[in-house]
């Protein structure tokens, strides 16, 4: 069971670039979601990633030489959950549509970019929280993330409605 969840029912063996495929399906179910009128789903389905990446990324990891194994992909799954509550919660309390063709989409390519960005590029306390090689780190880094892409993505709806908007007509 501790596989399955750290590398997110296996996703974790897709290759290349597994961290991307895990943000990717996670940012999929949660526009699913959000559609079907299940957009509470997203701030618990983050609150059950984080707990159960805090719980299984230890045992995963015991035992083993690499500290990060780029198949444990629950933190990239809390941290892209994290990222979309920013948009998503706001825009199921204006009752917006959020699609994947139509409606709000930057509600979810904005936090799954940004997300990715400050997962790779790793600014500040991401990389601090990188560079702790322990299971806690391979958790912190990809929340920090999270709130980093979700705070960027509130500024960026921020500046299109209120500056580009009104200036586009």
């Not at 179910?29 to 984080?50: E, M």
């Not at 919660?89 to 979810?108: C, D, I, Q």
Request: charged share 10%; with cysteine.
């Amino acid at each position: 069971m501790t596989s399955i969840i750290a590398t997110f029912l296996g996703i974790g063996h897709l290759r290349p670039a597994p961290g991307t495929w895990a943000s990717l399906v996670t940012t999929i179910l949660a526009v699913l979601a959000y559609q079907a009128g299940l957009a509470l789903l997203v701030p618990l389905a983050f609150v059950a990633a984080t707990v159960a990446g805090f719980v299984t990324v230890p045992r995963y990891l015991a035992g083993r030489a690499d500290r990060d194994p780029s198949e444990v992909v629950i933190d990239e799954v809390a941290g892209q959950l994290l990222a979309l509550c920013f948009t998503i919660l706001p825009l199921w309390n204006h009752g917006a549509a959020l699609g994947f063709v139509s409606g709000a989409w930057p509600g979810w390519v904005a936090p799954f970019v940004l997300f990715r960005l400050f997962d790779i590029w790793k600014p500040w306390l991401v990389g601090r929280a990188d560079r702790r090689h322990d299971a806690a780190g391979v958790m912190l880094d990809d929340l920090w993330a999270g709130l980093f892409a979700g705070i960027v993505s509130v500024v960026l709806a921020g500046l299109y409605h209120a500056v580009l908007q009104p200036w586009l007509g």
